[in-house]
């Protein structure tokens, strides 16, 4: 039995890959943040209990930014796949956070390569590392493909980019089965609810049933190539799979604008949306409702609206990527369709919103957080 190690996997694309890989039939491996809450929501469904015999769901506490565990989780495991998932990964926390997002998302990878150099696995551990589509930034190219130059436009960018040629270099250096997905946006029901994607079939599904008034958004014409997270990860897996590491990029190779995202989600609930403004003084008003999905929302109604505290000091304007590659060498196309993911992530919100809302009727205090 194939085993194998994910760091982050208490995250979106962790909590897929957990699942794709034990369906496998792999004994997964995954490193979790010590925090003071739970913070396994996203692979609750997939839990073993410790005490149970032959488990095939083992976590482990750790942090990327503490060698000493990484080196002994890595030599009591000995996996034969690693996949590290693990990141600050909110870009605009990044500008926030610059040191610690470098700490995690940098140094974090060599950290983790170096634990499988020292526990003598570089010629037997295969080694996947989530590099990404921000590594483009100012784009120097369109559609952006495997050799289109980098431009890393923030913090996260910029540590990922080391991350992304410390990668490189072990492969060529040390003769690891190393290599990198350049990953574009992949969103789903699991995403983070500061991501945009996930903000707005939320926001607008809290909306729809009264729980919220409208949606604060920063830059709604950056145009962004998003596929659907249970796509990619099996293209993780795919990619370690390989007689040779090389690195890929993933992405859909259709693009939308964050307008364009909104106008999809409210029209998932019934709602016709126009937009005034210049992104700047933008605002989405309601033309026409259908359907019962949003009983709280009547033409003229403002629901979206700009907030400049969501623009980030240097913005990534547009990305669009060829997965020609990933199609030719590894047979991999992606299955699921934006409309399909959005009408997936919309049915999820608003299913909440439609809980929160009757305890709410029943006097009952729902804390529906809204944040960056
Ligand atoms: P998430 O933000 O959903 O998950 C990030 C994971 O990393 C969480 O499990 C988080 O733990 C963990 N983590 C954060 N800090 C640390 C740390 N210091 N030590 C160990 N683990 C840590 O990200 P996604 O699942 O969306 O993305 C997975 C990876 O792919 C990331 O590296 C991301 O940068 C990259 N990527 C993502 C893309 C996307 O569109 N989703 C596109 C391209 C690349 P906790 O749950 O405790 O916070
Ligand atoms: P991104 O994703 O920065 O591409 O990084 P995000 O969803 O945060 O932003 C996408 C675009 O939407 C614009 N935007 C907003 N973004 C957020 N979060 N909140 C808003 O209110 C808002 N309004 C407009 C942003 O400015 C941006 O242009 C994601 C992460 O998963 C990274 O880890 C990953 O590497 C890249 O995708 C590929």
Redesign the pocket.
Known sequence: MKKALI????????SYLAEFLLEKGYEVHG???R?SLF?TERIDHLYQDPHERDRKLVLHY????DSSNLIRIIQQVRPDEVYN??????VAVSFESPEYTAD??AL?TLRLLEAIRIAGLEKETRFYQ????ELYGLVQEVPQKETTPFYPRSPYAAA?LYAYWITVNYREAYGMYACNGI?????SPR??ETFVTRKITRGLSNIAQGIEQCLYLGNMGALRDWGH?KDYVRMQWLMLQQDQAEDFVIATGVQYSVRDFVRMSAEELGITVRFEGDGVEEKGIVEAVSGDSAPAVKPGDIIVAVDPRYFRPTEVETLLGDPTRARERLGWVPEISTEEMVREMVAYDLDQARQHALLMRHGYEVNVSRES
């Open positions: 760091t982050g996997i208490t995250g979106q694309d962790g490193i979790k943040r925090a913070n750790g942090d990327l930014t998932l693990g990141a600050q990964s909110h995690v998302d974090g989530a590099s990404t589509s990922k990953l574009f946006n992949h969103e995403r983070g997270a």
